[in-house]
Structure formats: C-alpha cells, structure tokens
C-alpha cells in the first residue's frame, strides 16, 4: 500500500523556521525520486524542491537557499528544512512521490507564515 504522511507544518512568525517530514512507505521510498510541493489558496500547485534516489536535488527560485531537501534512507523519510519564513511561503505542502510510471501524493500539511 503507498503511503505518504507528512508531519511539521503549523502557524509560524516571519524569519521563523519549520522543518516538514513526509514518511513514505518502503517500496516507495527505494524506488522514488521525492519532492515537496506547495499550493497557496487561488494559486497553482508548485514544485518547491526535489531530491532524486541518488541525492541530486533541485529547488524553485523561490526557495533556494531557504529551503534544503533532505532524505534518510534508514528512515524512510524526506525532510524540508524551511527557515527564514516569509508570509508568501504560506500554503499546503505537499509531499510526492515520483518515477518515470506513477506519481503519489500525500493529504498535505499547512503551513502559515503571520505575525
């Protein structure tokens, strides 16, 4: 059964900082490059980072520098290090799963940047 489970997001001041978690099942984790989405209300679902099996990762303009992605194969698990927060980073985040046949989505975590 796929499973993505993401973890970490909730109500944080500008300049603060959250780190996301999305926990994927193994038979996805192994097999899959892994990315972290996001969709702002009345905007478009956005890639913000990406990591592949390998480690190679890449990031919206947006994000980089802010926001490395991170993977622990002995976990399972993919992390999104977000730090100096600005209210336009407010969104659902999305964890996915993607090879060159399926793609997967998590249920999303909210993430709101206000002071």
């Known amino acids: 059964q796929v499973q993505l489970v993401e973890s970490g997001g909730e109500l944080v001041q500008p300049g603060g900082s959250l780190r996301l978690s999305c926990v994927a099942s193994r038979s996805i984790f192994i097999r899959y490059n892994m990315n972290w989405y996001r969709q702002a209300p009345g905007k478009q679902r956005e890639l913000v980072a990406g990591?592949?099996?390998?480690?190679?990762?890449n990031y919206a303009d947006s994000v980089k520098g802010r926001f490395p992605i991170s993977r622990d194969n002995a976990k399972n698990t993919v992390y999104l290090q977000m730090s100096s927060l600005k209210p336009e980073d407010t969104a659902v985040y999305y964890c996915?799963?993607?090879?060159?046949?399926?793609?997967?989505w998590g249920q999303g975590t909210q993430v709101t940047v206000s002071s």
């Open positions: 996915n799963a993607k090879n060159a046949i399926f793609t997967h």
């Open positions: 990591i592949t099996l390998a480690g190679f990762t």
